[in-house]
């Protein structure tokens, strides 16, 4: 009962804020007492209101209450100091249903500061100090406070499991390992944890790199974000400039053409009016003319009749009604066909050049890579519209269907001179760049073809292997033969099996560095595969082989 009601002075004597015996105890205006430190610093807190509260009985006090140290109950916890006597430990330091209760207390249980893995015990403060002064106790293992100790006994045997079993990967006792166990691969558990704990940090390293990796990863996805929209925000407002001084190109234009008509309008109306006022006023002297006649007619003397018929005037020169051209003015009828005419022109290039510029504006490739389509559906998501560029062909190939096909001829054809002409080897490039993800396929007849793609600043002039597709660093070629296939690249030749086929399909995916030539039929069959850097847009090529009469055509495939 003593010591209960010792426990009582104790939690008298202690402050309900810092739950700590009080220091320079106050005593407010409804009787609670806290540390001076404690209540200031709890009403401080609560200065915007300008009501102070009791944290216990939740009085309320206006003003704030001012604070003076009671100097009694000061005394009586220096009293109560120098007797020994300790604060009772606050509620914090009792266990909780989720905290690990120490096992040596009696009553209601401390918090434990720590476990023994050697003793199988949880502790608290107090009860653990022996392990921090005894000797033996001290080389004991102490982790943080564990409610799974009971886990490192052994069910069968009733021994600390210090061992472990690679052979069944348990943890076992040193019993288990002479007993069911026995012939096993074991080792001490402190053993196999030093192994793992090696293998855990090799893992812990590979993943802090992975996160580095793809925090990077995420920076430049980021960057490219960055780099795209200012790109997009720049084309769109350079597209509207140019759009908008179209328009008003367009406008004057419109302007002017309505001007001319109105002014040749104005020149037809005063024409016909002029006519108009001449016919009017030879009207007018007809009529009067015709009534002198007729008044005449009726004159019965013969000789005033004859008199007066002389006297009258002679009519004046009538007005030549072949300059009168009545016909359907065509002049304007002729200018509305020509506006109509430049519309239908107008409208045919912006259609051509919309394609262009849709193709320009490729989808743009995030920097994870992309799987390659399988099936020719997945292909043709891609597929490119590709056209032959004259200025590009060898003098002996005849291109046609569009700029599509191009045939090796014996006469030679009728190109200008041009600097991007191959004036040797019987090749020719696109027109088109290509960049991003692009499918295309060739149709080819006769005996042989090349299907290439290349930098633009391939050499063009001469018969070195610098002009020739894949005969150089700048060049990529597949020789398609009636039987067999070949692929080149730097003057490398490497072979190629698959079976023949008259359709060839390339898929390009410039920012992976991927290209694919594939035997197209009714599936896809992958002929040779390449993985490299492109550092330049591509053009797509043909090279026709061996004898006059060869084609290639790039096939429309939407």
């Not at 104790?10 to 540390?35: A, M, N, Q, W």
């Not at 009534?291 to 002389?310: P, V, W």
Request: aromatic share 8%; with cysteine; glycine share 4%.
């Amino acid at each position: 009962m003593e010591q209960k009601g010792v426990q009582l002075d104790r939690e008298t004597f202690s402050c309900s804020i810092c739950l700590d015996l009080l220091k320079d105890p106050v005593t407010i205006p409804c009787g609670h007492s806290y540390c001076m430190k404690c209540i200031k610093g709890f009403w401080d807190e609560e200065d915007q209101r300008k009501i102070y509260s009791c944290p216990q009985c939740r009085q309320t006090f206006t003003p704030r209450p001012v604070l003076v140290k009671n100097t009694m109950l000061a005394a009586l916890v220096e009293q109560l100091k120098k007797t020994g006597l300790q604060a009772a430990p606050a509620d914090h330091c009792y266990a909780g249903p989720e905290d690990v209760a120490c096992d040596v207390c009696t009553g209601r249980k401390l918090k434990a500061l720590k476990s023994c893995l050697t003793c199988l015990i949880s502790y608290c403060e107090k009860h653990l100090q022996p392990h921090y002064d005894a000797p033996l106790l001290k080389k004991h293992k102490l982790v943080d406070p564990s409610e799974k100790l009971q886990e490192n006994i052994c069910s069968r045997h009733d021994e600390v499991m210090k061992m472990f079993c690679r052979t069944d990967q348990l943890c076992i006792c040193y019993l288990c390992s002479v007993d069911e166990h026995k012939g096993h691969d074991t080792v001490s558990a402190a053993a196999e944890r030093t192994e793992r704990q090696r293998e855990l940090e090799v893992s812990r390293q590979n993943i802090q790199q992975r996160i580095q990796d793809r925090e990077k990863d995420v920076k430049l996805l980021q960057q490219e974000v960055e780099a795209v929209n200012r790109s997009a925000d720049k084309a769109v407002e350079d597209s509207e400039k140019i759009f908008t001084e179209l328009i008003r190109l367009i406008q004057k234009r419109s302007s002017d053409v309505k001007q001319q008509i109105r002014s040749q309008q104005e020149t037809e109306v005063s024409r016909v009016k002029e006519l108009q006022e001449k016919l009017e006023q030879e009207i007018t002297e007809l009529k009067r003319k015709d009534a002198e006649l007729k008044q005449l007619s009726h004159t019965e003397d013969n000789n005033q009749f004859l008199h007066n018929y002389h006297s009258l005037s002679q009519l004046s020169a009538s007005t030549d009604s072949s300059s009168i051209n009545i016909r359907p003015l065509r002049y304007f009828e002729d200018v509305t066909a020509a506006v109509s005419e430049l519309r239908d022109q107008l409208q045919d290039i912006l259609r051509e050049k919309w394609t262009n510029i849709s193709l320009t504006g490729t989808e743009v490739d995030v920097l994870l890579s992309q799987p390659e389509p399988k099936t020719r559906t997945e292909f043709l998501k891609y597929s490119r519209e590709i056209t032959l560029d004259p200025n590009t062909a060898y003098t002996g190939l005849l291109l046609s269907e569009g700029n599509r096909k191009a045939e090796l001829m014996r006469q030679q054809q009728s190109y200008s001179s041009h600097p991007d002409r191959f004036t040797y080897w019987r090749q020719v490039l696109s027109r088109e760049s290509l960049t991003g993800r692009c499918y295309w396929e060739v149709e080819w007849r006769g005996e042989g073809v090349r299907v290439a793609v290349a930098y633009k600043n391939i050499s063009r002039a001469g018969d070195s292997d610098e002009c020739r597709f894949g005969r150089n660093y700048k060049s990529w070629a597949l020789q398609c033969d009636t039987n067999s296939y070949e692929f080149w690249f730097n003057n490398i030749s490497t072979p190629v099996s698959g079976p023949g086929s008259s359709r060839v399909g390339v898929y390009l995916d410039h920012r992976a560095g991927i290209l694919s030539f594939y035997r197209v039929s009714k599936t896809m069959t992958l002929l040779h595969r390449v993985q490299t850097t492109f550092t330049q847009p591509l053009y797509a090529g043909l090279h026709l082989c061996y004898s006059y009469g060869v084609t290639a055509e790039f096939c429309k495939l939407k």
